[in-house]
Nanobody
């Protein structure tokens, strides 16, 4: 079993920045991909961005392109989400997730971290 532990959420004013981190607990864990999802109040959970572990190819929701950047550190089994130009609409619980293999199933999830953007 792999545990994903997120950190870095908080309260920020619109236009500000936050950096989220997510570390996988198992040292030998080599995911196929890791990513970030979010759930805003009263809405369904949605995909935000992901990165393929070997190639570094990234995928992102259209509304965050140019503002959010996902990156990884293979040596630390960590993935990061740099969020700039935050908007009140970005307010949500952000979840880290991992795909263990090429079946592309998000099998592992973190507990979530709250991001609140005030206007």
């Amino acid at each position: 079993q792999v545990q994903l532990v997120e950190a870095g959420g908080g309260l920020v004013q619109a236009g500000g920045s936050l950096r989220l981190s997510c570390v996988a607990s198992r040292r030998a864990f080599s995911p196929y991909a890791m990513g970030w999802f979010r759930r805003a109040p009263g809405k369904e959970r949605e995909f935000v961005t992901s990165i393929d572990w070997s190639s570094g190819i990234t995928y992102s929701k259209e509304s965050v392109k140019g503002r959010f950047t996902i990156s990884k550190d293979n040596t630390k089994n960590a993935v990061y989400l740099q969020m700039n130009s935050l908007e009140p609409e970005d307010t949500a619980i952000y979840y880290c997730a991992a795909q263990p293999d090429g079946r592309r199933i998000w099998a592992y999830w973190g507990q979530g971290t709250q991001v609140t953007v005030s206007s």
